[in-house]
């Protein structure tokens, strides 16, 4: 079966620091991962996905994620953190042996302090 | 232009009573889902249905009941609504299954008294 684990439910950082928000994950196929941003009261919004390929993905907004499968890890980062990051971020992953459906992982706020 | 757009947005009724929620998408996809977002915001698949044919469901309670007319559209359907169905509900669409991206409505927020 295949679950995503997001570590730390709450996550503040200082404006221009470093942003980390970690995912692992856990699939007996090869996976399909996205993180995706959610804004208060608004819908998912894809940031960057993983299929094959190059396993540093860059993605909207300055962020990238690094799919590393020897560690099952596929951790959101960016360099510099801006107030309009401020919002909830969730990991997902999905294959293609299960009709597409996404499993989320648990959510991260990120706060931004100015 | 909306490319996944949900109606309501707001849904506030008694238990008991009977619901809709109406998704459209004119991104001309194959495959559209549900899913629920309870109040921790934890994310879960309801339903996926590809070119109007059922392909996931997720041990839903059958109180709740997907049609999807076209494979534009997909509308859920909520009988004898209880507390616990609080929630907000999304409509998702990709072209295909698998690594392909989901586009997300804006929710529907459903609220049982």
């Known amino acids: 079966a295949q679950s995503v684990t997001q570590l730390g439910s709450h996550v503040s950082v200082s404006e221009g620091a470093l942003v980390l928000l970690r995912c692992n994950y856990s699939s007996s196929v090869p996976p399909y991962l996205f993180w995706y941003v959610q804004y208060p009261n608004q819908g998912l919004q894809l940031l960057l996905k993983y299929t094959t390929g190059a396993t540093l993905v860059k993605g909207i907004n300055g962020f990238e994620a690094e799919f590393k499968k020897s560690e099952t890890s596929f951790h959101l980062t960016k360099p510099s953190a801006h107030m309009s990051d401020a919002a909830e971020y969730f990991c997902?992953?999905?294959?293609?042996?299960?009709?597409?459906?996404?499993?989320f992982g648990q959510g991260t706020e990120l706060s931004v302090k100015p | 232009d909306t490319a996944v757009s949900q109606t309501p947005k707001y849904l506030v009724t008694q238990m008991g009573n009977d619901k809709s929620i109406k998704c459209e998408q004119n991104l001309g996809h194959d495959t559209m889902y549900w899913y629920k977002q309870d109040s921790k915001k934890f994310l879960k698949i309801m339903f996926s249905y590809n070119n109007k044919e059922l392909i996931i469901n997720e041990t839903v309670p059958n109180r709740f009941s997907p049609k999807s007319p076209d494979k534009a559209h997909l509308n859920l359907h909520i009988n004898s609504l209880e507390l616990g169905d609080s929630a907000v509900y999304f409509c998702?669409?990709?072209?295909?299954?698998?690594?392909?991206?989901?586009?997300f409505g804006p929710g529907t927020r459903l609220l049982v008294l």
């Open positions: 997902a992953v999905s294959d293609d042996l299960r009709g597409g459906k996404l499993i």
């Open positions: 998702a669409s990709s072209q295909n299954t698998g690594g392909g991206t989901q586009y």
